[in-house]
């Protein structure tokens, strides 16, 4: 389905979130679920004292499945993505999400903290869910306070929250300076499945250390755009080269270098 670029930027300027209710078709939708089944069978929850029961969050998916490339390069989602943050922009982290029955709330947090950046400031994030189930009240669906991203402190964990509700297939965008939270999930049997997937500015460091996070061998075998999705680029006139090179090629030679070793290996043990 098409959608509406410039003005789902626009919200996520005015409000600090969006939501694209339809994004995924009913045969992607089928395919990431049964493709990312496994994944998700291995998300659980843990209890803390401060927390307590919430669900632990499967990171580095592009290091453990190749379900998420397809959903990555959708070019609805790019555009939409450099409708808000410009031009330059990467993967910050890929995620999959599953609070269960029983998970609690989160605290309100913000995602773009990591940066010592006062308030407020232009979009330095722009962070992504894709429903795999109906997001609902019930089952723990995203809660967001409007407009917050452009407060300049701390909110109170009291603040007045929307809870962003959404059918399966559905797309929630928002500003990584929105203060926002996982709802917590009321049910006796209902899981509620997401693909977390968090952008940044490609001259900020990123959340998940792709270059380390993701092997070599998988990496040079993703699509170049893939590659340059996740920081294997030069940005801001050579940054992140290597001899003013593309980190990429540099990761070619060696493998090419450890295949010549291995081979010489093989030859001197025979």
């Not at 997001?135 to 109170?156: D, I």
Request: net charge negative.
């Amino acid at each position: 389905m098409s959608v509406d670029i410039p003005e789902i930027a626009q919200q996520v300027n005015k409000k600090g979130y969006a939501v694209v209710s339809d994004f995924l078709d009913p045969r992607t939708l089928d395919k990431l679920r049964n493709d990312l089944e496994p994944i998700f069978d291995a998300v659980g929850s843990r209890q803390s004292k401060e927390f307590g029961q919430q669900t632990i969050h499967t990171h580095n998916l592009l290091a453990k499945t190749r379900a998420v490339d397809e959903l990555l390069l959708d070019s609805r989602l790019l555009c939409i993505v450099e409708e808000i943050l410009g031009p330059d922009f990467q993967v910050s982290g890929v995620a999959a999400m599953r609070p269960g029955p029983g998970d609690q709330r989160q605290h309100l947090h913000i995602d773009d903290g990591h940066y010592p950046i006062p308030r407020p400031h232009t979009p330095l994030i722009v962070n992504t869910l894709i429903a795999l189930d109906p997001f609902t009240q019930q089952n723990g669906a995203t809660e967001v306070v409007p407009e917050s991203h452009r407060s300049t402190g701390r909110l109170s964990q009291d603040s007045e929250t929307t809870t962003v509700e959404m059918p399966a297939g559905g797309l929630l965008l928002w500003d990584g300076a929105l203060w926002h939270r996982g709802g917590p999930n009321s049910t006796r049997d209902s899981y509620r499945r997401s693909i977390n997937v968090n952008f940044n500015l490609a001259w900020l460091k990123q959340r998940e250390n792709q270059f380390v996070g993701v092997p070599p061998e998988v990496v040079v075998a993703m699509p170049e755009p893939l590659q340059a999705l996740i920081g294997y680029k030069l940005t801001n006139f050579g940054l992140g080269s290597v001899d003013y090179k593309n980190p990429i090629e540099t990761v070619k030679q060696r493998l090419r270098h450890r295949a010549q070793l291995s081979e010489l290996t093989s030859d001197d043990s025979d």
